[in-house]
């Protein structure tokens, strides 16, 4: 799974989107270039007068630091989910979460891959990033105003990771493998989402769903919901499960929200689906559900979605 947005054919986007690959948008419709390693290690950048060559990444990280905004570091509480909304540093985040991965703790790695989801355009080409940024913003045109706030909202957040850190599909497939294997049932689901499961069987993919719906887990609905669209239709596994047509990936995505997954104007989610994708609500004020009802769904279709829902959400407690 990737919490890049989607749901484009389900959503209007707005003209702006196309212009991005004129002004030189960085991801191309294409994942960045694998990295060579399993995992990339943000090292600091070597003092000076310690001998040590001074690489061309290292004096990028450097100046990216000196130009870095105040933000909020991560102290990583005992919810470590909650530091990736707000306005928290994420290449700090990243880097305590690396030190708890480490030790075996397969929430921190999933958390890892999400921040390096969110970053990864970024992290690309950081001074083109910005260069696409300001230039979307001379155009002056209303579309563009809100792709250009959720980007530069990106790019504060995500501030400190650079090209070399390569925050591409195969470091994050990598990172979500590794949290499955230990345990992680939203890491596990974003794997079917991404169409690498742990097991490839039918039996395994409908005990998935299963146990994702049991969990009542957020970020596992959230992170399952690509796969129960039109992906999941034929699936015989799937039968009888809220799954086969978009309106069966949004209800999973309504689900989560509904959950406790944060949706919110500010949230992750919504910033990903601007700044990423180019589907920007109109309403700066506007959550995800709201979003989903105003531009998704019409009104004769309203009735079903709370349906899908409410099944969703209410099944497991009369089991």
Known sequence: MTFVPTLKTWLLVVPALALLGVVGYRAGGRALPPSDHA?????DVPAAGTGTPFRAQDLARQLIEMERPNAVPSGLPLDIRADIEGDTDLFAYAQR???Q???GNAEARWMVSRVYDYCALYAMDPGGYQLDNNLLSSMGMNGTAPIVQARERVARRCGG??????LGRRLILTQRLQAAQAGNLAAEAALMADGQPLQPTSDYRRDLVERVLDSRDPEAFMALSPAMGQRAAGDAALQGLVAGDPFSELAWRLAACELGMACGPDSVLMNNFCANGGICSQDSGQDFSGFVYDAAVSRQGAGKMKTLVEELIK???RR
């Open 101 to 103: 991965a480490a030790e």
């Open 161 to 166: 990771f650079v090209a070399a850190d390569g």
């Open 39 to 43: 995992e990339v290690a943000v090292t």
């Open 97 to 99: 979460l690396r030190q």
């Open 315 to 317: 099944r497991r407690n």
